[in-house]
């Protein structure tokens, strides 16, 4: 059992320290000329749309059209929206049968938009002033279809701190490639839907949102539909392009995380392999110590835990909670497992939707 935990930990290990390694980032000057569109969906978003637009507006080196679908909003969010001379409001119709919310949202948008490129953000995200321009000169210069990369993660509660740093544990210490686009192969597509920047022409081909209307995870979904097709993806380290505060506290980060964990992991047949993994590699040493084998696992999780925090600009004293983490990533995807098995339908933001899995 030593050497299967050890085994276990150094799996991440490895993959880690090769994927920080070689994980890209966007550098580079947009061509004149060139103009993104920032694409907004927006739903009930009053507290954070403010802000979100603030940041949007203050893009420069590269020429911007900002767009705010709001989404039947009844906190006011158009209100703060209307009050932006420089952007476009625009109302979504009323949600039609077989598309989730957002995904239509965002279909609506990218209609309306104008650019050669189309930058995705979700209204708690805050880019960087240089953020679209440099996503839009790596994509063209490395001629890829979508680009995308997970912001810093701005972390204010305990619970925050339990679940929302495990994105970047799990592309980073389990995705071979890391999602770069060297590797074309669909199942090892990654993108994180609070910052997607698309080229237009490649996005319109595909078919768009409307090709993945079902589905509630929309970067990962049009990340493997754009390799399917023929067109490269890439993710690279968004901390320096963006931040965001994805939920606020331990039970809405316990939602927002269930809500599309049978399009990743909780699959039937993927959820097993995945508790060996991660309860093997960082669960199973706890109980063998004193076994140097174990302090070995232990020790190689959480260095890993560190190197990663430290790229994604992460507080390093959320790297103390790693195992709890695990236990608590595992507990979120097996309930949503449970549930889509005994037929319970997935929910966002007053909405339900048929539970669906990733292909």
Known sequence: MGWLA?????????????????QPRARGTARRGTLVSILIPARNEAAHIGDCLAAAAGSRNVDIEILVMDDA???GTAGIVARHPQVRLLRAPALPAGWTGKVHA?????????????????????????AAATL???????RLALVSGVPR??????????TVPFINVLMLGYLPFGGRGRMRRPGFA???GQLLMLDAASYRAVGGHGAIRAVLHDGLALARLLRARGHRTEVVDGAPL?????????????AGFAKNAHEGMATPAGLPVWTLLLAGGHLLPWALLPDPRAVAAL??????????????????????????????????????????????????????????TAE
């Open 242 to 254: 963006a931040s965001c505060r994805m939920y606020r506290g331990f039970a809405e980060a316990w």
């Open 299 to 356: 020790a190689l999780g959480f260095a890993i835990r560190a190197a990663i925090a430290a790229r994604a600009r992460e507080p390093l004293w959320t790297v103390a909670l790693h195992p709890f983490s695990v236990l608590v990533a595992l507990a979120i995807q097996w309930q949503a497992l449970i549930r889509a098995l005994m037929g319970r339908r997935a929910g966002w933001k007053g909405r339900e939707y048929p539970v669906t």
């Open 153 to 162: 993660q701005r972390i204010g509660s305990w619970g925050e701190a339990l």
């Open 106 to 130: 965002c279909a609506r948008l990218a209609e309306a938009a104008r650019g050669d490129w189309l930058l995705f953000v979700d209204a708690d995200v805050r880019l960087a002033p240089d």
């Open 73 to 75: 909003s009844t906190d």
């Open 190 to 192: 990654a993108a994180c």
């Open 6 to 22: 050890l085994g276990l930990a150094l799996l991440p290990a490895l993959l880690g320290a090769a994927n920080l390694w070689f």
């Open 136 to 142: 839009a000169a790596h994509a063209a210069e490395r």
